[in-house]
């Protein structure tokens, strides 16, 4: 299995631009989480969906911030406008019920906003 | 609202010791104790878990102790080696499911000294 692949893995985009971060779980997972990570705040959860659909979205910084997942194998992260203070490590994680294996998590996409 | 304290933030062990990471968690539904393991460039991976029902598990070298009446586990590593130098995360949840939310704590960033 080549794992939960997250991309871009480096973004460094101006203020105000849109940005789209991607994810694709393992296959057979039915559940997607959206952390963001800093040094200041630690592993925050954004969002996550179980079987496609947004269960908790109250880490959502606020309306700038947009999570979909149109299907069990892909989902986006969108921040517009895109703010200095976004920049931070953007993880994406899956998990199956049926599995004793906690979360597997992506390699990440570091943001930068300049 | 931080629910699950982890101290010390940072931690250096000589090679062969042992390294102890402690949690405090507020929640007395959490049911579920898994940390986490990262290294630089990478996303958080599972080191070992346990439930409330047993009071300690070891895994190798790695241990958590649990303290349902304290609400504190810890993690214990033993003859810590170079390779162990990483950061470390406990983490809490509500369940056991595909549809549980992982909260992690802030994050210890261990160092072993050859």
């Known amino acids: 299995d080549a794992g939960v692949i997250q991309s871009p893995r480096h973004e460094v985009t101006e203020m105000g631009q849109e940005v789209t971060l991607r994810c694709k779980p393992i296959?057979?997972?039915?559940?997607l989480f959206w952390y963001r990570q800093t040094m200041m705040r630690g592993l925050e959860l954004l969002i996550y969906?179980?079987?496609?659909?947004?269960?908790?979205d109250s880490g959502m910084p606020e309306d700038r911030f947009s999570a979909k997942m149109p299907n069990a194998s892909f989902s986006t992260l969108k921040i517009q406008p895109s703010e200095p203070r976004d920049s931070a490590v953007y993880f994406c994680?899956?998990?199956?019920?049926?599995?004793?294996?906690?979360?597997?998590f992506g390699s990440g996409t570091r943001l930068t906003v300049v | 609202q931080q629910q699950v304290k982890q101290s010390p933030q940072s931690l250096i062990v000589q090679k062969g010791g042992i390294s102890i990471i402690n949690c405090a968690y507020e929640?007395?539904?959490?049911?579920?104790f898994p940390w986490y393991q990262q290294f630089p460039g990478k996303g958080p991976a599972l080191l070992i878990a346990?439930?409330?029902?047993?009071s300690e598990k070891k895994e190798g070298r790695f241990t958590i102790s649990f303290n349902k009446s304290a609400k504190q586990f810890s993690l214990h590593i033993m003859d810590s080696q170079p390779g162990d130098s990483a950061t470390y995360f406990c983490?809490?949840?509500?369940?056991?499911?595909?549809?549980?939310?992982?909260?992690f704590g802030s994050g210890t960033r261990l160092s072993i000294r050859p």
């Open positions: 929640n007395t539904a959490f049911d579920y």
């Open positions: 969906f179980n079987n496609n659909v947004p269960i908790d």
């Open positions: 296959s057979g997972h039915n559940s």
């Open positions: 994680a899956s998990k199956s019920g049926d599995t004793n294996y906690g979360y597997t």
């Open positions: 346990i439930r409330p029902d047993v």
């Open positions: 983490a809490a949840s509500k369940g056991y499911s595909s549809a549980s939310k992982i909260i």
